[in-house]
């Protein structure tokens, strides 16, 4: 921006007529004047304005940049008249050319140079007169315009122009009350200057308003006196609206604030009051007193005790306004509100334990039968400290529920918290106090909202904790479950030893594998391995559809869903070894069931619903799963057993040949390699026994085989599929299909001997769940099979194989 007024200084009236531009006289009876007429060139340069146009009459400050303009105004000072034309541009952003210009604008004489440096110019202007331009040139000595004056004329008889006038300087005496800002120049104007000349007072009360710009070069372009005071009229009242209002908002604000004060000082004043009376303590002495009467009851050691003391004494000596008296406060909340010696009463009352795991949860025999175990060791021992339990098995099979049936069966303060994902050493041992925002660590935090010193504390996904530049949360867990080293835990933010000897710790995971053998070492192994069919519907009657039905706003009168049904949703719809997915399902019809109540009507009340089998379409869509997809009893497809985070689970090996000129072999389906050298050593071990098992021996010497395990989008690993894909390959080679019905699992060497696998439970619920009749396990493994509840073992055909001869005789001899 080139030239614009000074924002931080106001215009100023013109000085006295024996100082500035004599201005024109109409009465020519006065001998001696001479008329500005006289004394104003007619070519004159041109400077442009911005942001507001000047008026005349007016002494306005200019700050004058750019070389050529600085040159025209050094040129004007030398001239004889010290004259110069200012128009404003019309627009703010275009540049300093002739079409940008308005035709209207002021001619004023440089009164005095303020201030001239190499890239600037400072000048005080007096404001003469207006002028038009008639022709513009532009010139290499910048902007040079030929004009035509308007001289005002004496209008001081007219009574109409002098009302006007006082309504102008009647409003301008408001905007002083409202805003004392105007005053000084209102002062000096009305000093100088008379109602008698109402043009002049026009301009002036134009120029004093913070109207825009382009509205006021419209003032400066009315030469009609009537119809320019018309106009400036009309912006004081904007202004005198704009005044008031901000006026009125300066007094809310005001009001507001004093108002604060004033309660600030009364609140100050009653403090002091009761202070004086005794009424109140210092809020620092009633903190310290809360501390000390949280104390009464607990039985601290002697760290704690002797730093409870020592933090004491030292938040006594701190002012409330410091920094440090937050730490120290904080230190000393966390260090009193803890549970130091406060235990709740173990219940060992076998019978009502055995009846509340019962009542949560419907199987799971073997499982009961351990946690009623450790009740009664507890019993005869007198304390079940020290003991640290992990429950592993697939998800929704009732991990965390059981951990709170056990707290209430023992009667103790239950808590939970997850370490899934954790990977910061200081969630498990705390943050230092020098940190800002610093805090205890999680079993800290868990034994405040316990509440005693002997609660059942529940660490869910233990099997996921991750690692990371923060430290290792695992390695941190170590010395919480070890029960040597419990007993004087010292978390980083408290820096003093706490017992957490007495806490039942009950740790739940989806697999073993991820977990760190220290950390594994320390805990007693529970599995849960899922349901079957006959007990998943137990459980759907007994928990999940009453469940379903409050939850939904629903009762029994309402809704029931057969035996048939429930069965079929198990089979066809949610397979999977946990109660999540059948309960997911349960949900689904229970929500359409609300629906079609919801949509009832007086006219059309609606029954009961009663949800068969051949119902489930409608509420649940197409079967998921189906007979057919698990049995085909085709050349080269064989059923595996397997066993996976999410329980036991059946896999289909999949083997065909394509003719070629040379041998080769290779595997899909996402397998890892361990499985991966299980299918190369099923490969090798048939290619070295196709003439035993009576087949060609030159297959593979004129055909490449191709092995998949569906689904290929699904990752698998591990060495029980040796024997399935064994028996993959000689199925198609020979071009006979397995006996129907039947699954296997073993880990097969390159002689021919069948080794043991894990999770037999897992994989014979699985394979019951799936409806397989004939199974094939390793020998080794009876015993774990043996071992298994007699109605898992009921109505399955189960063979037990050294070698894989004993294999083959099963599959192939039907």
Not at 558 to 573: C, G, L
């Amino acid at each position: 921006m080139s030239e614009e007024h000074s924002e931080q200084e106001k215009p100023e009236q013109a000085p006295a007529p024996e100082q500035q531009a004599p201005t024109p006289e109409i009465d020519d009876s006065h001998e001696g004047l001479v008329l500005a007429t006289d004394i104003l060139p007619h070519k004159i340069p041109i400077i442009p304005l911005r942001p507001r146009p000047a008026f005349p009459s007016i002494l306005i400050p200019l700050n004058i940049t750019g070389a050529e303009k600085i040159a025209v105004i050094k040129r004007a000072v030398e001239g004889p008249s010290q004259t110069l034309g200012m128009v404003l541009v019309r627009h703010m952003d275009a540049r300093d050319e002739a079409e940008n210009l308005h035709a209207v604008g002021v001619v004023g004489k440089i009164v005095k140079v303020l201030k001239e440096d190499e890239d600037s110019v400072q000048i005080l202007v007096n404001c003469l007169e207006r002028f038009t331009i008639t022709e513009l040139h532009v010139t290499p000595n910048g902007l040079f315009a030929e004009v035509d004056y308007h001289f005002e004329k004496d209008l001081s008889a007219r009574q109409e122009l002098k009302a006007y006038s006082m309504a102008i300087i009647s409003t301008l005496k408001e905007l002083v009350q409202i805003n004392p800002l105007y005053s000084e120049e209102i002062k000096m104007f009305l000093g100088r200057s008379s109602m008698d000349d109402p043009g002049r007072l026009a301009d002036f009360a134009a120029n004093l308003t913070s109207a825009d710009g382009q509205e006021l070069q419209q003032v400066l372009e009315t030469f009609d006196v009537h119809d320019r005071i018309e106009q400036v009229l009309v912006l004081l009242k904007k202004e005198l609206e704009v005044s008031r209002l901000q006026s009125k908002i300066s007094k809310q604000i005001e009001k507001r604030i004093s108002s604060q004060q004033r309660e600030f000082f009364l609140r100050e004043q009653l403090k002091a009051i009761k202070k004086e009376l005794g009424l109140e303590k210092e809020g620092k002495v009633s903190e310290i007193e809360k501390f000390q009467q949280r104390l009464e009851g607990l039985k601290l050691n002697d760290e704690a005790q002797k730093a409870i003391d020592e933090e004491i004494e030292k938040l006594q000596l701190i002012e409330p306004s410091s920094p440090e008296y937050t730490v120290s406060r904080n230190y000393l909340d966390w260090l009193t509100i803890l549970p130091w010696g406060r235990f709740t009463r173990d219940s060992y009352d076998i019978a009502k334990a055995k009846k509340a795991l019962d009542t949560d949860h419907f199987g799971l025999d073997d499982v009961k039968e351990r946690i009623l175990e450790f009740i009664a060791v507890g019993k005869m021992k007198g304390d079940i400290s020290g003991s640290i339990l992990c429950l592993v098995g697939p998800p929704g099979v009732g991990k965390t529920s059981i951990g709170k049936s056990v707290a209430a069966a023992l009667k103790r303060n239950f808590f939970r918290f997850s370490l899934g994902g954790m990977r910061d050493e200081a969630e498990i041992k705390g943050h230092r106090r020098t940190y800002i925002g610093a805090m205890p660590g999680k079993f800290i935090q868990a034994m405040k909202q316990a509440g005693s010193a002997n609660p059942v504390l529940m660490l869910d996904e233990i099997d996921k904790i991750g690692a990371s530049f923060h430290g290792d949360p695992a390695s941190a867990l170590l010395e919480v479950l070890d029960p040597e080293q419990n007993s004087s835990f010292r978390d980083h933010y408290l820096d003093v030893p706490f017992d957490l000897s007495n806490v039942l710790f009950i740790a739940t995971a989806n697999q073993l594998d991820t977990i760190p053998a220290p950390l594994l070492d320390r805990m007693e192994i529970i599995r849960l391995s899922g349901y079957i069919l006959a007990e998943k519907v137990e459980i759907a009657r007994r928990y999940l559809i009453p469940k379903a039905l409050d939850h939904h706003g629903l009762t029994r009168q309402q809704v029931s869903i057969r035996k048939d049904a429930v069965e079929a949703i198990v089979e066809n719809y949610a397979r999977e070894a946990g109660v999540r997915g059948l309960e997911n399902r349960i949900k689904k019809i229970m929500r359409k069931a609300a629906m079609i109540f919801a949509s009832e009507t007086p006219e059309q009340p609606q029954t009961k619903l009663v949800i068969g089998k051949k119902d489930l379409e409608k509420y649940l869509g197409k079967p998921v799963f189906s007979q057919d997809e698990v049995f085909k009893s085709v050349p080269g497809v064989v059923t595996g057993l397997a066993w996976t985070s999410l329980g036991g689970a059946t896999l289909q090996i999949e083997a065909t040949a394509m003719a070629s000129q040379s041998k080769g072999f290779k595997q899909t389906g996402q397998l890892g390699k361990v499985m991966i050298e299980s299918s190369e050593i099923a490969y090798s071990y048939v290619m070295g026994h196709l003439e035993k098992f009576g087949l060609p021996g030159d297959f593979f010497d004129q055909h490449f085989v191709h092995l998949h395990v569906p689904a290929g989008a699904t990752p698998k690993d591990g060495p029980s599929a040796g024997v399935t894909m064994t028996t993959a390959l000689l199925s198609m080679i020979s071009g006979k299909p397995v006996r129907k019905k039947l699954g296997m699992t073993g880990e097969l060497t390159l002689t021919g001997q069948v080794l043991p696998i894990g999770g037999v439970k897992e994989k014979t619920i699985a394979a019951r769940r799936s409806g397989l009749k004939a199974l094939i396990f390793p020998e080794s493994n009876r015993k774990d099979f043996e071992e298994l509840p007699a109605h898992l073992r009921e109505g399955l055909e189960v063979h037990f194989a050294k070698t894989y001869d004993d294999v083959y005789a099963v599959a192939f001899h039907h």
